[in-house]
Every structure is written in structure tokens, then in C-alpha cells.
Nanobody
Framework: VRLVESGGGSVQTGGSLRLSCVAS?????????MGWFRRAPGKEREAVAI???????NYTDLVKVRFTISKEDAMNALILQMNSLGPEDTATYYC?????????????????WGQGTQVTVSS
């Protein structure tokens, strides 16, 4: 299984970015528990947006309304649309897949990880 993220970059406060995670060896359409984590400098990795086994979207309170997770079946990709970005969103964003339990916010729940893509938001 390989997960490859792209779309990170540097934006100013209030800007938007669209992250993509293309999967190989894993079906985004039929997989369970997949989505996005992030790690800010000096902080623990935290869940951002996750599809659970029922296909429902789960978000950390910090990004609700501003971020949207979706799938592009044709590309076998996960998408994270991020709007109204602020400096607090600066982090390395990771795609995760292959989760197996309802503990969707726990990083240990996921078998597969991408290499990460950097998002930097300046004030």
C-alpha cells in the first residue's frame, strides 16, 4: 500500500488549500477508516478529518466548517479542502488509511501512512 500526498504549500491567513492523497494497493472507495492527520511543530499528531467505516465524516472541532474531506473515486484519492486557514493550521498533513476500530482519532488505529505534505499559513 502506498499513499502519496500533494497540494501543500504556503498561504496567507484566510487562504485555501486542497490536499490530495492518491492511494495504490488500497481502495479509497471501499476502505474503512481513512483520512487526514496533522502534526504541528512541538505537538502530537492529531486527527483532522476521517471517514469512518460507514462513510460518515468526522472532524476535529478545530476544523469543523472550515475543512471538508471527500473522495475522488476515479483517482482513488482522498481530498481535504481547507478554507479560512489560520496560522494555527500550520503543520505537516498526513494521509492515513487502513483503520480498524471506531477510535478514529487515534493514530495507532491506522496501518498505512503517507509521507506528509507541509502546510504553512502566515499571518
Amino acid at each position: 500500500v502506498r499513499l502519496v500526498e500533494s497540494g501543500g504549500g504556503s498561504v496567507q491567513t484566510g487562504g485555501s488549500l486542497r490536499l490530495s492523497c492518491v492511494a495504490s494497493g488500497y481502495s479509497v472507495r471501499y476502505g474503512h477508516y481513512m483520512g487526514w492527520f496533522r502534526r504541528a511543530p512541538g505537538k502530537e499528531r492529531e486527527a483532522v478529518a476521517i471517514f469512518d467505516r460507514y462513510g460518515d465524516e468526522n472532524y476535529t472541532d478545530l476544523v469543523k466548517v472550515r475543512f471538508t474531506i471527500s473522495k475522488e473515486d476515479a483517482m482513488n484519492a482522498l481530498i481535504l479542502q481547507m478554507n479560512s486557514l489560520g496560522p494555527e493550521d500550520t503543520a505537516t498533513y498526513y494521509c492515513a488509511a487502513g483503520g480498524w476500530s471506531p477510535q478514529w482519532s487515534e493514530a495507532s488505529n491506522y496501518a498505512y501512512w503517507g509521507q506528509g505534505t507541509q502546510v504553512t499559513v502566515s499571518s
